[in-house]
């Protein structure tokens, strides 16, 4: 700033590169991949549909609607901590790089937000996990029901963005009218964002010590997780939506490069944890292969396209501030209690598909192999349309 | 940059800094986010002529990466970002 005549302090030009510009995508979703590496040698990998549900589950029990003695406090439990320290974590970043602002949308947004969390909450109880759980940590995990679950994704993406250009054509009116933004930073000087946004991380970093002087130290750990993974997705936005979306939209491939590189070296990391006996080797493989994961990244696909974040996505943007995304937040919370327990009572959980453990078929190296191979395709095909926009629909 | 002056969100090169008179078109993106203002943007850009400018305002931080790979991936020029309390004006020059 020219009123400024000094030089910028040594911490003031490492603030700015922190918190002043945004973070490279793929550094960002390599960093992604690797935490999510530790975190399933701490306990169990990433996934935020799991944490989701059981926020929908305790709304209903404080409603009397549900009945539920097993249920684990959402202070307490896992899933639903590494959301919190996610929000939480995001939240902060925000508000130390100055982006945090309420931005209510027009209506007709917030009610593709509630839509887009119903379809990611029915999707998730499907196909075992969101985008996050069912299909990144279960690639990795080499689990066949991951695999399934991207082909649903893609499709799922495609149309949904379809569907938008067609609303935007025959109903123009509906993503317009009355908009409002609250807590805005101003446009010159700090502002008060960066100092909230201190205090914010200090209590993010007083919450773990709380939580293992009470005896919970694995959920001290698990509120770590999730805050790193708020600050890098803020800070990078880094976003698996754009890693299916973009492609049918401008082509830009950055997103989805950064995906097939994350996941190969999260599958590389579980791949060790699991051959190595540091880990069961059918952890996180579930029986959703194939009709479970299909059709429910069909539906997640339609879903995240639609309400503009997915499983993380929804979370970290609803702690930047975005009002749709906290409607979509919550109908992802309800919707996914509500169709586990259909799920569970028309006993359909048991069809959804087998467990197929990928090196239980064809050998460790081929599982891997197979999983890279993978990765390269869409790596390289995202990369090809990138020029050529020959699936582009804008 | 002075105290009052609005934000020029910075760029590689000259993208997004160029000066600009006035636009043909506005479009209110407040309140949206990705990918509404990238696809309204695309209808919006339609209804001009070759070389007129059309201004986009949004309140969503990831308009800036979006609209940067928009401009690049579309070839419509991205002339000038700006920020002000909150809110990012785009302006882009309708090229092909």
Known sequence: MAHVTTEPGAFREHYDMIFGQPWPVIPAALLVGTLNVFLFAFDRPWTASDG????????????????????????????SILNLGLLMGALAAALLSREFAIRVAPVGELFKGGVGGLLMGLGANLAF???????????????????????????????????????LERWPGFSTGKSSTFCAPRSSGLG??????????????????????????????????????GLVFQRSRFCLVRAFREPFMT?????????????????????????????????????????????????FGLGMVLAGGCGAGSIWRAGEGHVKLWVAVVFFAVGGSLSRLILVQTQLLQKLGT??????????????????ALMVSWYVFATWNERSRKFSLI | MSD?????????????????????????????????????TSTAIKNLQIGQILEMLTTDPGAKPD??????????????????????????????
Request: contains cysteine; positive net charge.
């Open chain 1, 192 to 229: 008060w964002q960066p100092v909230l946004g201190i205090l914010t991380l200090l209590l993010l970093l007083l919450l773990p010590f709380l939580y293992s002087r009470l005896g919970y130290a694995r959920q001290a750990g698990f509120l770590l997780f999730g805050v790193a993974f």
């Open chain 1, 251 to 299: 082509g830009e491939a950055e997103h989805t490069r950064a995906a097939a590189l994350a996941l190969t070296l999260s599958m590389i990391g579980f791949a060790i944890l699991k051959a190595m006996d540091l880990k069961d080797a059918t952890d996180w493989v579930f029986a959703g292969f194939w009709t479970g994961g299909l059709v429910g990244g069909l539906l």
């Open chain 2, 67 to 96: 609209m940067l790979a928009w401009s690049k991936r579309t070839g419509h020029e991205l002339v000038r970002m700006e920020e002000k309390s909150g809110v990012l004006k785009f302006y882009i020059r309708k090229t092909v």
């Open chain 1, 52 to 79: 989701f549900r059981n926020w929908g589950d305790w709304l209903f029990q404080s409603m009397g609607l549900l009945h539920r003695p097993d249920l684990i406090s959402p202070f307490l439990y896992s899933g």
């Open chain 2, 4 to 40: 009052t002056e609005d934000r020029v969100t910075s760029t590689a090169g000259d993208v997004g800094k160029q000066a600009v008179d006035k636009a043909d078109l506005t479009l209110d993106c407040r309140g949206l986010l990705c990918p509404m203002p990238a696809l309204k």
């Open chain 1, 355 to 372: 467990a197929v453990f990928l090196p239980n078929l064809v050998g460790w190296q081929w599982a891997m192999l197979l999983v890279v």
């Open chain 1, 129 to 167: 996990g969101c985008n996050i759980g069912g299909f990144f940590s279960a690639v990795a995990a080499l689990s066949m029901s991951g695999v399934a679950m991207m082909l649903g994704l893609v499709v799922g993406s495609y149309l949904s963005l379809k569907y938008l250009l067609w609303e």
